[in-house]
């Protein structure tokens, strides 16, 4: 279990650090060579450490659902996404409802079991818990939230200089 949380929380970690250097690239390159090369740079690391932590055995696909082969196409609409939602909303924000996101949607998913995934109940307590991380959004972007340079200038002196 304690492994769990810390692979959990390096994939935080890995997923806000990505999402800026994805931003930053983005910047220069735009959307779609961002994914693009986000994409093909990770097909390539993972092919590579694939093949060397598990060889030829890491092709054995054995029994797996159609629909799953096309989780690659769902990242590019991630990449997409995201980088744009980034550069809409910054990163603490984007990533904030990116995430909320994903809860709500896994909590839907797990509890009418969908994907293959096994059926856990619904409890009220796990609603509560969605809606407090999406209240505490709403509450980081009503106080402020991420404000710009000239505007964080103002405030604190009064007036831009």
Same mark, same amino acid.
């Given at each position: ?22 931003s930053k690239v ?12 986000? @994409?093909g740079l990770g097909?390539?690391?993972? @092919?590579? @450490? ?31 996404? @995201? ?79």
């Amino acid at each position: 279990m304690i492994a769990g949380f810390i692979l959990a929380i390096t994939a935080g970690s890995l997923v806000g650090i990505q999402t800026i250097f994805n931003s930053k690239v983005s910047e220069r390159a735009g959307s779609w060579a961002t994914t693009a090369l986000v @994409l093909g740079l990770g097909f390539a690391a993972s @092919l590579g @450490l694939g093949l060397l932590f598990e060889g030829k055995g890491m092709f054995a696909l054995h029994d797996m659902q159609l629909w799953y082969w096309f989780s690659g196409v769902i990242g590019v609409g991630v990449v997409i996404s @995201l980088v744009n939602g980034i550069r809409l909303l910054g990163p603490t924000l984007g990533v904030s409802i990116m995430l909320s996101s994903q809860l709500g949607f896994a909590l839907l998913w797990d509890s009418f079991g969908w994907l293959g995934l096994e059926k856990v109940p619904f409890t009220p307590a796990k609603l509560l818990g969605v809606l407090i991380i999406v209240g505490g959004i709403v509450l980081f972007k009503w106080s402020g939230g991420r404000q710009t340079a000239k505007s964080a200038e103002t405030t604190k002196f009064g007036e831009a200089t």
